[in-house]
């Protein structure tokens, strides 16, 4: 196939002519249009190295749903071709690239947690700016079309697991669940992804501080069904990488209730 680098600014087929005007792979500006990005993919393909695809609705906050994100959060990537075989980071901090993959957020370098055909968890990095955000994975050398996600200063998301229980910890270490439940005035974990802006920074793919502790500089609080539970830290997990955590005490209240922690003016 041969384009030889013609424009639309000097297309042979009127604008007008039933609807097939500015047909080329180049605008009038000599920038690429999306065809050309289509074109590219199933040459490579042709050629045994297929794009990237990123599923539409396809990023969301890693544990998630939401398409949004806060600088330091875990970010999930689904789709195809993604990478040619899974492969998690040897440790931190984490590298820019990892298993021939590269993920770039508005062209800045993302650190990798793990990919695979169909997954990747990256970190947002820290100096991102609020607002929306271009997301590009480059596999071994065959860039894919960019996808949206919203960065926002503050994007809480309790982690879950089974039945859309929250993950927390008990007093004891161990994991609170019906069975195992929390006494009236002891202490739970949750733990979330979505911090807000940290009294002590951290570099992007780097662990959190164990000394000193990195705070959450928003408002928190948390409730247990209707039921204020005061909080006693809220912060990054020292010694660990994107995840925080919520301590608090439990209020005296009965019952398997929802747990809501709000950062700010945004909660879950």
């Not at 590269?102 to 820290?126: C, D, E, H, K, R």
């Not at 949750?190 to 928003?218: C, F, K, R, V």
């Amino acid at each position: 196939m041969l384009t030889w680098g013609v424009s639309d600014a000097y297309s042979w087929i009127p604008g007008s002519y039933k609807g097939f005007g500015a047909a080329l792979l180049l605008d009038a500006q000599y920038q690429i249009k999306p065809d050309y990005s289509s074109v590219a993919g199933v040459l490579r393909s042709a050629a045994g190295t297929a794009s990237p695809v990123i599923y539409t609705n396809g990023i969301a906050i890693h544990g998630g749903k939401a398409a949004v994100a806060s600088p330091g959060s875990l970010v999930d990537i689904y789709g195809a071709n993604l990478a040619k075989e899974a492969a998690t980071t040897p440790g931190l901090p984490l590298p820019a690239t990892l298993g021939g993959v590269n993920v770039t957020v508005n062209g800045a370098a993302a650190p990798l947690y793990y990919v695979s055909s169909g997954l990747i968890v990256f970190q947002m990095p820290y100096s991102v700016a609020p607002g929306p955000v271009l997301v590009q994975v480059d596999a071994n050398g065959a860039p894919g079309q960019a996808a949206a996600i919203t960065v926002q200063p503050a994007a809480p998301s309790i982690l879950t697991y089974g039945n859309d229980r929250a993950v927390v910890q008990n007093q004891d270490s161990t994991v609170n669940s019906p069975t195992n439940c929390a006494l009236p005035g002891t202490y739970l974990t949750a733990y979330m992804i979505g911090s807000g802006p940290l009294t002590q920074p951290i570099a992007t793919g780097a662990a959190a501080l164990t000394a000193p502790l990195s705070y959450e500089t928003l408002t928190t609080t948390a409730t247990l069904g209707n039921a204020p539970a005061p909080v006693t830290f809220a912060g990054m997990t020292p010694g660990l990488m994107g995840l925080m955590q919520v301590n608090l005490q439990v209020p005296k209240v009965p019952g398997d209730l929802p747990l809501q922690i709000k950062l700010g003016r945004v909660f879950q």
